[in-house]
């Protein structure tokens, strides 16, 4: 994997940690962005934060498989 993407998904990763921490944090910030028809907007919130700093630190530990290897057996 060349430097540039290294870095692009470094970058991707702390992007994701750093908003799904401040949708945990501070969800008041984050709330009217949900549309007013949309029902449990508080819990919309809530979870889409999880869901963000899953995937950012998810990311953090991903490898790609090494050459000639089959990426499902990573």
């Known amino acids: ?3 540039a993407v290294t870095v692009v ?3 991707l990763a702390a ?3 750093v908003v799904g921490v401040a949708h945990l944090v501070t969800p008041g ?3 009217p ?3 007013e028809w949309w029902p449990a907007k508080r819990l919309t919130v809530y979870a889409s934060g ?3 700093v899953v995937i950012g630190g998810s990311a953090c530990w991903f490898r790609p498989p090494a050459p000639g290897r089959p990426a499902w057996r990573c």
């Open 1 to 3: 994997m060349s430097l």
């Open 9 to 11: 998904a470094w970058l």
């Open 15 to 17: 992007l994701l940690l």
């Open 29 to 31: 910030k984050v709330e």
């Open 33 to 35: 962005l949900v549309p």
């Open 50 to 52: 999880v869901a963000e």
